[in-house]
C-alpha cells in the first residue's frame, strides 16, 4: 500500500484566494482525519470523518474552512478565502475501524501571502 | 473539551542520559494513549501506545506509563542517542464514531552528543 497519500506537498497562494487540499487514504481505511501543524499550537485536529461521514468538526477555526469526503478514497480541505494566519502543515491520516493507530500522509505545507 | 497537555516543551540531554516527557489528558473517557514520533520535515509516525487497562509498557529503550486515576502518562528514553532528537507528541483517544485523537503540543527533544 502506499499509505496516505496528500497534494500537493507545498502550495504558495496569495491572501484571498481559494486553496484545496488533497487527501486519499489507505484502502481498506474508514476514519480520515485532518490536523493543522503549527509552531504554536502543536498538531490540531480540524475534522474527522467516519465512513464517509463528518463526525466532529469542532476544531475546524472557521465558516472559511470547509471539508469533504464524497467517497471512501478521497477527501478535501478548502480555504475560501485563504489569509496569512492559515500558513501552516496540513497533515491528512487515516485509520482502521478496528485499530486506533493513525497513519499520517506527507502533509501539504500551505503558504499564504 | 477534550485538552492534552504536554511538558516539557524543549528538553535537552547528554547522549547516553535519559528522557522523560509528561502528559495529562482531561476526558476520563479516553482509552488510548500513543506517542508519536516526528522527525524534522517528516510525519508523525507511532512509536509506542498504551491502553487503558495497562498501567505500563515497554519496547526496547522506550517505556510508557499511565495513572488513569490521575490522568497522567509519560514517556521515558533510556539510553539516549543523538537519533532520537526529534519532536515528541503524546495523544489521547476515545471511540466516538471513529477514534478521536487528541495530541498534545509536543516537546522538542535534543540529544547532544
Known amino acids: 500500500d502506499a499509505g496516505v497519500i496528500q497534494s500537493p506537498r507545498h502550495e504558495v497562494t496569495e491572501m484571498g484566494q481559494e486553496v484545496t487540499l488533497r487527501c486519499k487514504p489507505i484502502s481498506g481505511h474508514n476514519s480520515l482525519f485532518w490536523y493543522r501543524q503549527t509552531m504554536m499550537r502543536g498538531l490540531e485536529l480540524l475534522i474527522y470523518?467516519?465512513?464517509?461521514?463528518?463526525?466532529?468538526d469542532s476544531g475546524m477555526p472557521e465558516d472559511r474552512f470547509s471539508a469533504k469526503m464524497p467517497n471512501a478514497s478521497f477527501s478535501t480541505l478548502k480555504i475560501q478565502p485563504s489569509e496569512p494566519r492559515d500558513s501552516a502543515v496540513y497533515f491528512c491520516?487515516?485509520?482502521?475501524?478496528?485499530?486506533?493507530?493513525?497513519?499520517f500522509g506527507s502533509g501539504t505545507q500551505l503558504s499564504v501571502l | 473539551g477534550e485538552n492534552v497537555e504536554q511538558h516539557p516543551s524543549t528538553l535537552s540531554v547528554q547522549e547516553g542520559d535519559s528522557a522523560v516527557i509528561k502528559c495529562t489528558y482531561s476526558?476520563?473517557?479516553?482509552?488510548?494513549f500513543p506517542w508519536y514520533k516526528q522527525e524534522l520535515g517528516k510525519r508523525p509516525q507511532l512509536i509506542i501506545d498504551?491502553?487503558?487497562?495497562?498501567g505500563e509498557k515497554k519496547d526496547q529503550r522506550i517505556a510508557v506509563t499511565l495513572n488513569k486515576t490521575a490522568k497522567h502518562f509519560s514517556l521515558h528514553i533510556t539510553e539516549t542517542q543523538p537519533e532520537d532528537s526529534a519532536v515528541y507528541f503524546c495523544?489521547?483517544?476515545?471511540?466516538?464514531?471513529?477514534?478521536?485523537?487528541?495530541f498534545g503540543a509536543g516537546t522538542r527533544l535534543f540529544v547532544k552528543a
Open positions: 476526558d476520563s473517557a479516553s482509552n488510548y
Open positions: 491520516a487515516s485509520s482502521s475501524e478496528y485499530n486506533e493507530k493513525l497513519f
Open positions: 495523544a489521547a483517544s476515545r471511540y466516538t464514531g471513529g477514534f478521536k485523537t487528541i
Open positions: 498504551i491502553r487503558s487497562n495497562v
Open positions: 470523518f467516519n465512513n464517509n461521514v463528518p463526525i466532529d
